[in-house]
């Protein structure tokens, strides 16, 4: 039985929450390591774990994204898809690199306060543009569901 946009926008939500759990996982190995509650050898093998967590959700999506684009006929709600798909990209890189920048700056070896903190604001309006894309799918599953 094919799938409707409805469905395909439920399991575009279920993908989501996967990502905030593991997002939830890569914050919480990262401060134990900044606290010293996680050696570096378990902090870099959570990241790898994560890290795949990740490939594979962004895969689904994709699935997704194709399935609304080519098959139900909504190249709007794909190209949503995609803007959100990059935002999270975006998001995920800003999120290691300020990892990273602190990382550094607790080992002595360089301050990054600066950069961190310009890290922050770039982060912050990617968090933003991620809620709006997701305030717009939000609406039409809403829409969906009452129609």
Known sequence: MP???LQELQRLQR??????????EFEDAYQDYLNDRCPEEQYSSICRIVTEGFQEVSQE??????QLRDTLSRPDLAQQIRRLQMAEKAKLNHVVH???????SKKGEKDYDATVAETRQTLKQTLDE???VW???????TDLAYS
């Open 15 to 24: 993908a989501q929450e996967t990502r905030l759990a593991l997002y939830q």
């Open 3 to 5: 799938s409707t946009v």
């Open 130 to 132: 991620i809620q709006e």
């Open 98 to 104: 300020i990892q990273i920048y602190t990382i550094e």
């Open 61 to 66: 999506i994709q699935g997704i994204e194709t």
């Open 135 to 141: 305030d717009d799918i939000r609406q039409e599953l």
